[in-house]
């Protein structure tokens, strides 16, 4: 993807966080934007904002696991996966 496509996605991801604020798929889908632009701080507050609005969204969990073990916050990445797989059983 390239940075024109990044700021793009996020643009409108943004703007459908402006229209539906408790809307838990747009913070997810933003947060994985920045996860793949390397974004990692932007990607785990909007994972982590997905995860205030729905506390069982398992698939946040696990994104906002991979963006600590990518910015190398492996604690905090071992918690994040483990609640993923609790909450999966």
Known sequence: MSLGKYELATADLSK???IGPKNKKAYFGRGVVFQLWGKYDSSIADLTKAIEIDPN???AYYYRGVSYRLDEN???AIVDFSK??????
């Open 16 to 18: 459908a966080i402006e």
């Open 57 to 59: 969204y398992t698939v």
């Open 74 to 76: 492996y604690e905090l």
């Open 84 to 89: 993923a797989i609790e909450i999966s059983r």
